[in-house]
């Protein structure tokens, strides 16, 4: 699956509590901006949607996590995400000197999705990104061309429609994508360390995970709630060819230091 | 100025007015997707972001039939125009089967342009584009890699901050920078026929004007408020490389029935 021919590529999720402070954002897209290496920026807003939601009298509502996405609120995050932030996460990494470009989904049609089946739940305006179908040649073309690609969580489905997608699917599916053309890294960054034994305890950061760590945690309830699709997904990357998925705090992009999840303690040796 | 070897451009600039009614944007939409040759499209969208100004409690303030763009103006302005309105209109184009891709002139740093000083009026974080610094390469890449840009007219300023810009305006800048590259045709597509003899009466547009004419009909009031800076925009764009401007209804498109400007007459005959 390695081969050295490949260059890396660095897939960076930045979630919607650090976009939220601007000072917290600002001082990350300076770090993202001095990566090396090909990369990319996919970022979250839901917490300046749902408060542009209060503003606008559109009511939230969330099932498992999930936003419950009518014609209204469709509006409503397509506005917010691709526009206000996304936007502005541009201008202000073209102000460093890197030359960023803001994408959607639906623009080059660089991911299709599929609307999600109204059983059990009807989430309405909402989609699963076909990984298989993301247009890795174009997003390579623009890498390659010396753009960085800044993705919005929306999507479509390709019959005209824009659909709200979650930000950690729409990363997992771009370094799955383009993990054929690269050594990929998947970056989740959020507002803590990373996986941590005690949540309240920042010390207590779990450097690496493998797959049967991973089933030890979930057994002692450290894996749990919001993150065990985290977790999941993240193997599953791996299992699709990404190379290595770390789980950390905005702050340490360049140190690297999180989680790192890693298929068996023996390959992460071997590297 | 005309080479042969130059490929033909069409600039199409498409005002507020469809925008706002989805049927008619739609039939557009139909049209410029059939329109063949390479093509780039310019959006307006006033009238949804004055709309939207009222649910969210924002006054709107014009002078000269410019918004005065404060903070919130702005934010306002690029969630409605870079957010909902380009990627409805990408999307759309996509299920038609183009290959769209949504822009602000901050994305691949297409359209630097330069804040408005704030005397006379201080329009806030407005902007008008440098045509010069227009990134045509970048564009030009795009459009031959078969991909069709769609901007909204929101730019940067370089420094991190987005700029409100006029739709028209960004459709003369991007037309101009590309004449080097192109045979290029600016669109100014609207909710009527062209320069009308009879602003009142559709049958009375006026097939073509040259230079000399338009000064007759500026004196007869025939072009007059808003047609003015549109007329003389159209003539600097003539006098910068472009070959061709035409004022016409948004269903006359393919038809390109309207009102041609060329820099003469004699020019005109020559094609």
């Known amino acids: 699956m390695l ?6 590529l660095s897939v960076v999720k930045i979630g919607g509590n650090i976009v939220d402070h601007p000072e917290a954002l600002e001082s990350f897209l300076s770090d993202f901006h001095r990566l ?6 996919v970022h979250g807003g839901g917490v300046m949607a749902s408060r542009m939601a209060v503003r606008l009298g559109i009511e939230t509502k969330m099932v498992q996590g999930r936003r419950i996405t ?7 995050v397509t506005m917010v995400y691709a526009g206000w932030i996304n936007k502005n996460i541009v201008a202000s990494l073209q102000k460093k000197g890197c030359n960023a470009l803001g994408l959607s989904g639906a623009d080059g049609n660089t991911i299709p999705a599929l609307r999600r089946p109204p059983v059990p739940v009807d989430y309405g305006f909402v989609g699963d990104p076909c990984p298989e179908k993301v247009n890795a040649d174009f997003i390579s073309q623009l890498i390659e061309g010396k753009i960085t690609p800044v993705f919005c969580a929306i999507t479509h489905d390709g019959n005209g ?6 930000a950690d699917t729409v990363a997992y599916s ?4 383009l993990s054929g053309k690269y050594h990929t890294t998947l970056y989740y960054c959020f507002e803590k360390e ?5 949540v ?11 797959r049967e760590e991973r089933e030890a945690y979930k057994q002692q309830g450290i894996i749990a709630g919001g993150m065990i699709p985290k977790i999941d997904n993240s193997f599953q990357a791996i299992e699709q060819g990404v190379s290595e998925v770390i789980i950390l705090h905005a702050k340490n992009l360049l140190s690297k230091k999180g989680t790192v999840l890693r298929e068996s303690n023996r390959a992460s040796q071997k590297e």
């Open 161 to 166: 429609s824009l659909l709200n997608t979650n």
């Open 3 to 8: 081969s050295k021919n490949k260059e890396h």
């Open 194 to 198: 990373g996986v941590l034994k005690d």
């Open 36 to 41: 090396e290496g090909w990369k990319l920026l």
């Open 174 to 177: 771009l370094a799955t994508a």
């Open 70 to 76: 009518d014609a209204e609120t469709l509006k409503l």
């Open 200 to 210: 309240s305890d920042p010390e207590s950061l779990i450097p690496s995970i493998n």
